[in-house]
C-alpha cells in the first residue's frame, strides 16, 4: 500500500514539475495541433520574395525529411508545395 502512494505521489509531482517547463507547453502544443491543428497562416512566396498565394485556416503541417515539400489540408483540399519558400504563423 505505502509503494503505491509513493507511486501515485511521485507521478504527480512528476507531472507537476513538467507543467512549468517549456518543453512541455511545446509537448501539449504539438498534441493539440496533431490532433485538431491550429489556426495558422501560410504564406508562399516565389524565389523573387514575390507573395503567390496565402492560405488562412485551422491546419496541421508537414515537411518532408529533405525540406523542399510542404503538406496540408485547407478546408477538405490538400495542398503541397515544392521547391518554394513558405512561412507559417500562428493566429
Known amino acids: 500500500m505505502k509503494k503505491r502512494i509513493a507511486l501515485i505521489f511521485t507521478a504527480v ?9 517549456e518543453t ?4 501539449v502544443k504539438d498534441t493539440s495541433s496533431s490532433v485538431s491543428g491550429l489556426k495558422r497562416t501560410a504564406i508562399v512566396y516565389d524565389q523573387n520574395g514575390n507573395v503567390i498565394k496565402t ?3 485551422k491546419f496541421d503541417v508537414e515537411i518532408n525529411e529533405y525540406g523542399n515539400k510542404v503538406k496540408f489540408d485547407v478546408d477538405g483540399k490538400r495542398v503541397m508545395i515544392n521547391n518554394a519558400v513558405v512561412i507559417v504563423e500562428e493566429d
Not at 512541455?24 to 509537448?27: A, E, F, G, N, T
Open 13 to 21: 509531482l512528476l507531472l507537476t514539475c513538467l507543467a512549468g517547463c
Open 24 to 27: 512541455w507547453d511545446r509537448v
Open 55 to 57: 492560405y488562412k485556416g
